[in-house]
């Protein structure tokens, strides 16, 4: 592995930070932590990016994209979350995209991928049911073929931005075999369609970003399926392996680091500044080392990815375990830096005001620190538990 300082990369990162410079309006809101951006931002930052030849920073040329190495789509995500742009609408550009790039048929790439680029059409990922999480391959929602329909019945759990999302990517049963991955397809299907019911369920930071979705007789084209009919699984694996650089969420940490740094001189405890007090420099300087191994592995994989190695998938778990402990641990450490202000609880982001009455401390880095705190309890959960990326190490490193 090459350590030296690529400068080729250092151009790269400051034509970032021109086109930044250049395509972020001053009068929109600067995102301060990694949630997804409120629907109206996200889409007005992608319509920017795609007036501008950036619409799908994380695809190759041939599929309209950037054509970027990993390494500067990296480089892409950490220069935007330090700019504070709203985010992108992940489940359309890393999940549904890149299948509908290499498994759609033309009308399928017709219909889909120009409102990807536009951000005129959000997604969402009807995977998980009720008992169906880590053994996704056990899911129960059936899809019974009617003329040239199928009909979905059936429950997914879990569903993130349901709430928001314009169409949805969804695993469905159409066969009976005994092998449980064999007969699961992969529609597409529009969130209007009659039928679909998406409740809220509000998590543990106090948001909305998780629903559940009902299917009662949803009739949807057979033209929406994905690939064949009862080989969805070959498309669910691709999908999720489709990338491992990402997994550790670098730009996150980052901003972990510059507020708890921006804290250390600032905050007080007891007539002292943090920065003054053994134990939480010690505590700083552990998690800063965390840190730089991180961005060492996760310039790794990067390497391995670009080169299609095999053994980025077990490098990639490992990176998710620590990089979503790591997350746990830093968002933690700042709730606790910063005392009695940390404990305060933020409004949802999404929701279109801050309630009224609502107390506010005065150090602008205590805002929604909490929530997110709460929120990054799920990372080592989504994405494939730690117990789950475990086991998928120990599989193919020791086969087994
Ligand atoms: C914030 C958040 C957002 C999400 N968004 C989406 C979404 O948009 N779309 C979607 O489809 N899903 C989504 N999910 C669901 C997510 O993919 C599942 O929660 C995850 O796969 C775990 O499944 P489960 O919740 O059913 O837990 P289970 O699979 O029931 O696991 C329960 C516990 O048992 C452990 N366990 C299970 N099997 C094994 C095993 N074989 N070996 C060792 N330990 C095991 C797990 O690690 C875990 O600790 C989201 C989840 C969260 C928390």
Redesign the pocket.
């Known amino acids: 592995m090459n350590f030296q300082p690529d400068s080729n990369l250092d151009s790269f990162r400051q034509e970032v930070r021109l086109f930044l410079g250049r395509n972020l309006p001053a009068d929109m809101p600067r995102r301060k932590d990694g949630m997804r951006s409120p629907r109206a931002e996200l889409v007005r930052w992608q319509r920017i990016l795609n007036a501008n030849g950036w619409g799908a920073p994380y695809w190759t040329k041939e599929h309209g994209g950037t054509g970027w190495s990993v390494a500067q789509r990296l480089v892409f995500d950490e220069e935007c979350a330090a700019a504070g742009t709203p985010s992108l609408d992940a489940?359309a550009h890393k999940l549904v995209g890149p299948v509908i790039n290499y498994f759609a048929t033309p009308e399928q790439k017709a219909e889909h991928l120009a409102p990807i680029f536009n951000g005129d059409r959000l997604w969402?990922?009807?995977?998980?049911e009720p008992?169906?999480?880590?053994?996704?391959a056990s899911l129960r929602t059936r899809a019974e073929r009617d003329g040239d329909h199928y009909v979905v019945n059936g429950q997914?759990?879990?569903?993130?931005?349901a709430h928001q999302a314009d169409w949805i990517f969804l695993l469905v049963r159409t066969g009976n075999e005994t092998k449980k991955q064999a007969g699961i397809s992969f529609l597409l299907v529009d969130m209007k369609t009659p039928g679909i019911t998406v409740r809220p369920i509000i998590?543990i930071d106090g948001c909305h970003?998780?629903n559940e979705t009902f299917f009662d007789n949803v009739r949807v084209p057979v033209g929406n399926l994905v690939g064949t009919e009862g080989e969805g699984w070959k498309l669910t694996k691709f999908l999720l392996n489709n990338e491992h650089a990402t997994t550790a969420d670098l730009p996150t940490l980052r901003r972990f680091h510059r507020q708890l740094q921006a804290l250390a001189g600032t905050a007080r405890a007891c007539g002292v500044t943090l920065a003054e007090r053994h134990e939480f420099l010690l505590r700083l300087a552990r998690y800063e080392a965390e840190l730089k191994a991180i961005t060492v592995m996760v310039q790794r994989v990067a390497e391995m990815e670009q080169d299609h190695s095999p053994a980025a998938h077990a490098m990639g778990s490992m990176l998710k375990i620590r990089g979503t402990e790591l997350q746990q641990k830093m968002s933690e450490f700042l709730v606790e830096s910063l005392g009695d202000h940390g404990a305060v609880s933020y409004p949802d982001p999404h929701a279109q005001q801050a309630p009224t009455g609502a107390t506010l401390p005065p150090q602008e880095t205590a805002q929604g620190v909490a929530t997110e705190m709460f929120?990054r309890r799920?990372t080592t959960?989504?994405?494939?538990?730690?117990?789950?990326q475990?086991?998928i190490i120990a599989r193919t490193l020791f086969h087994f």
Do not use: M, N, P, V
């Open positions: 489940f969402c990922q009807g995977f998980s008992g169906s999480g880590s053994d996704l997914k759990i879990w569903t993130s931005y998590s970003h998780l929120f799920a959960i989504y994405g494939g538990t730690s117990e789950i475990r086991s």
